[in-house]
């Protein structure tokens, strides 16, 4: 699985990622306080510019806005159509705006950071026992290691229902999908823990240990 | 290297898995031997301490697997029958870093320990490969660094070559015999071990052979077969 | 959070990540494609508990959150969560959460598997269907200004397929919990 971050060296690639989480909150916020075409309109060229300064090129542009935009365009459209010819607009424009600013973000930010970002974000949560910090990076790298290989099962068993002549339904990929994606759960903490890697203090027994 | 097993049993629920047995361990190289579900695994899990006895006690160079855990996970690395579940993040050299993680070494401390590890199985091309798409052979090499760039005594090593072919089957073999750590091996794999200085051979939860590997294969074949 | 509560966390977000890589289909009687994707988040709700569960569906929106493309469609980056559509997103959250915390009180082990998969349907559409639309509309509503009732007719196309989700998650998740119990959760 690949990130939408792009390599670059352009102004926004080199601010920090605070900054730049920062600024989206605030226009996530702000749009929504102005219903001007202008301010809008404005907001929405300086969006546009932004993204293109990044230059992530045409063709990969479109692939990667092409379904958000595909959606906005039809809400807009059905607003213009239910409402009226401005609010129709005023959605676009705002909608557009952030979108671009969110994509400018995400294609600038190495997941890496942003995994830096949330753990110290979760620090005050970890102080009160809520979370612990470092387990969103570890749960992160799991989810990202484990994706191939559901695939991977998924493909077997659609295989498996084919060599036996078996039609292929939805309870009966799923299910045997699940059980033996969370099987392998019991395996995989128990190497967590046994590499220390969480730090905890007490390991627990499993119950289907052999 | 000193393992001491004190009248020490596992019992989940109302299940036996290994009976209270008295051992000590300090051979450089042992194998545990068994049919399925003979108790094998849970006695090498007891050994570092992710499973605890549920009466007696187990102590690694004196340290007790239930009260100081951490330290005897520390000296005991262990690799699991599947080394696909033991690889925890997507790239290996990122798998491997993250043992180290926990020691708060300094980045170049890190990076350096990663190349030696690397580099004493053989694997430097394999840094920067996704641990899906690793052969079998491969993946029990990236397992074993993982687990041995934090410097353990003992590593365990369940099942090894298990679903191996030949070619790998070898490397494996060959790399086990030049490990300088302490090695624990469960195998059904005879051959792997006949040259081993002790094996314990178990059966339904019981300790029931325990020398050479000559004599206890010979007791684990009868069983086998009857 | 134990290590294996943890993984499993992991895996099953794994999981509803995968089933968005499935291509979406299209069935006779509607006339949207339906994708495999939010089927997860009920599935999620109903094998893993409401605790459980809910962490599932935050580590995937997190994952999207930084740029990886999971959700169906390859979507991914914070620009998802600047579409009219994103209620629906933070509405599975609650939905996995609702779902969970019914299943948990309403299914026991002692019971029929078609009392089990009647608690399970149930439990998949209060939380996948009316908890979820109702942070999908209102969000949809609140953002184009069009009014609730419009934004519900808008999205009532979605509905009977997402039904049918519920019953696949329900069925599903019988067979789950009578192969690998997960539930009641054991933390």
Known sequence: MNSLYVEGDSFFHRLPPRPKLILLLTASLALFLTRSPLLLGLSAGAAALLYGSLGIGWQQSWIRLRPILLTIAIVALATLVLNSMEEGGVVLLRLTTLMLIAAAVTATVPIGSFIDEITLAARPMERLGLVKAADIGLSVGLVIRFVPEVVLRFQQLRQAHQARGLKVRATTMIVPLIIQTLKSADEIAAAIDARGIRGQRHARNLEDSR | MDIRFEQAGATFGDRVAVEPLTLSLSERRVAIIGLNGSGKTTFARMINGLVVPTSGRVTVNGSDTASAGESVRRQVGFIFQNPQNQIILPILREDIALGLKSRRLSAAAVDDAIEAILARFGIEHLAARRAHELSGGELQLAALASVLVTDPE????????????????????????????????????????????????????????????????AGYRKIAAA | ??????????????????????????????PVPITAQSMGVMLAGVILGARRGTMAVLLVLLLAAIGLPVLSGGRGGLAVFAAPTTGYLIGWVFAAF???????????PSQTSLTQTLGFFVAAVAGGVVVLYAFGITYLAFITGIGMSKAFIGSMAFIPGDIIKAVVAALAGRAVMAGYPLLPARA
């Open chain 3, 1 to 30: 959070m134990t290590t294996r509560d943890l993984v499993l966390t992991a895996l099953f977000a794994a999981i509803i990540v995968a089933l968005g890589l499935l291509p979406p289909i299209m069935l006779g009687f509607i």
């Open chain 3, 98 to 108: 609702t779902t969970g915390f019914i299943a948990e009180r309403v299914v026991k």
């Open chain 2, 154 to 217: 003992i590593v365990i090593l369940d099942e090894p070559t298990n679903q191996l072919d030949l070619r790998n089957r070898a490397l494996v073999e060959r790399t086990l015999r030049t490990l300088d750590e302490t090695v624990i091996v469960i195998s059904h794999d005879l051959a792997l071990i006949e040259d081993f200085d002790r094996v314990l051979m178990f059966h339904e939860g019981r300790l029931l052979g325990d020398g050479a590997p000559r004599d206890v294969i």
